[in-house]
């Protein structure tokens, strides 16, 4: 039977065309299996591209457009090969086809080109608000604008110069229209003291100082800015008032500033050479910072800064000190107010009736101040230990006479400290130009650390 079928040409054909159909099934279910055609939910991937840029197409010379956004986020899903591929790629373009637009406010579709037909593709936004309008270019004059802070404290900026005086400014015909002010904001991070020179990027606002959408040409200039003084640097005078606890000894006041700017005219400033301010130490149990308003001088019109911090330390008093203090309080002596102590040089002569004879003075126990130490050190007196220093005056006696510890400031000078010790003279502040002075000690020494040393170790 067998040997029949085999040599029967016709039952060799039909053997042969259903083998051949059935080894082209096989090849086109491969074919079709690696090609994609048969997928399951983990060969798809979806993918959000975020700032693609936005082409507008229209007639550039005589129309300009506003509204069409920057930039579009961009969902693509599809055959995960392809949407990867195209994600790194992003050689496709998102667009608004205005060639064929109207004059006026519309809506238009923004679309995508030159991606992948299989690709399903979202635009957000899907759509936006356009105005066409007629081009139009004009010119106008650029004003200065001088942010505070480019100005040091104590001067004031001039007329600035800008240049380009003019730019060219090119928009829709209506919103041309609306321009009120061309303004060049100049900002700086240092505040001058002297006349400079800054760039400062152009814009245009409506009279409502709302920010137009143009084109600005050049959208920089260059602004010169001539600085004046018009205030007069003066100390302060630091003067603690109060009493603190008991065991609590001032070992320094400090303001943030050691000087301020006086503002006013002339000839009040020449007569002003130094502010107070009072300080009350009241019931001080620990360090403190206070803040504390500077007083205006009379005549004078403003002062800046308007208030200063002022940094208290305090240290713990020992039993000797305390008993030194009762001691002094027991001996009271009408001429020296409890902390005065007349030299013998004096020889008793507030009952010669000679005024211009000169005699001395000693002061005991005056705090030593400090000013102008940087904010990012911190200073630990070492020299005097106590914080403290006597100092012996000599000068006609009238004059010495009307002096009292309350008029004296000794102060420690720390506005060019470096990390490690530093030494530096006492100075005594506010003494008569007659009047010379020597001090038990002459210089203070201290160690001065960076702050964030000490909080790290702290």
């Known amino acids: 039977m067998m040997d029949r079928i085999l040599n029967n040409k016709w039952s060799i054909r039909i053997i042969s065309l259903i083998l051949a159909a059935i080894l082209f099934t096989s090849v086109t279910a491969d074919n079709n299996a690696g090609d994609g055609s048969f997928q399951t939910s983990s060969q798809t991937d979806t993918e959000t591209i975020q700032n693609v840029p936005v082409e507008v197409y229209y007639d550039k010379e005589n129309l300009y457009v506003s509204g069409v956004p920057d930039t579009v986020t961009v969902t693509i899903s599809g055959p995960r090969s392809i949407v990867q591929n195209t994600r790194a790629q992003q050689d496709f373009k998102v667009y608004a086809d205005l060639r064929n637009a109207s ?54 900026a001039g ?140 005549g004078a019109k403003s002062v800046q800064p308007q208030t200063v911090e002022v940094r208290i330390k305090t240290a713990k008093k020992s039993n000797s000190d305390s008993e030194d203090r009762n001691t002094d309080q027991n001996e009271p002596d009408s001429n020296t107010n409890g902390n005065e102590t007349p030299d013998s040089n004096t020889n008793g002569n507030s009952n010669s009736g000679s005024d211009t004879k000169d005699t001395s003075k000693t002061f005991s126990n005056l705090d030593v101040f400090t000013r102008g130490l940087p904010d990012k050190y911190t200073a630990q007196m070492i020299t005097p230990a106590n914080g403290k220093v006597n100092i012996t005056l000599n000068g006609p006696q009238s004059t010495i006479n009307q002096i009292s510890a309350s008029n004296i400031t000794a102060i420690a000078d720390l506005s060019s400290v470096t990390e490690g010790e530093y030494s530096t003279k006492i100075q005594v502040n506010n003494l008569p130009s007659q009047v010379t002075y020597k001090l038990s000690v002459s210089t203070a020494e201290f160690l001065i650390k960076l702050k964030e040393e000490e909080e790290s170790r702290g």
Request: proline share 5%; no cysteine.
């Open 159 to 298: 007329t600035p110069k800008v240049n380009p005086a003019k730019v060219s400014i090119t928009g829709a015909k209506d919103t041309i229209e609306q321009i009120a002010y061309v303004k060049a904001n100049v900002d700086s991070d240092k505040a001058h003291k002297e006349d400079f020179t800054a760039e400062a990027t152009v814009s245009a606002f409506d009279s409502h100082l709302n920010k137009l959408d143009v084109e600005i040409s050049p959208e920089k200039v260059d602004v010169s800015v001539p600085i004046e003084k018009v205030g007069k640097s003066v100390p302060l005078k630091i003067n603690q008032t109060g009493k603190p606890s008991d065991d609590i000894a001032i070992s320094s006041i400090t303001p943030d500033s050691s000087e301020v700017i006086v503002m006013g005219d002339a000839d009040v400033l020449a007569k002003i050479n130094e502010i107070s301010v009072d300080v009350s130490v009241a019931s001080i149990t620990a360090d403190t910072v206070r803040e504390v308003t500077i007083p205006v001088p009379d």
């Open 103 to 156: 004059i006026g406010e519309q809506n238009v579709k923004l679309q995508v080109k030159d991606i992948s037909e299989r690709l399903k593709v979202t635009i957000s936004p899907e759509t936006a608000k356009v105005n066409v309008q007629e081009k139009v270019t004009k010119k106008f004059s650029v004003e200065a604008e001088i942010n505070k802070s480019a100005v040091a404290d104590g001067y004031e």
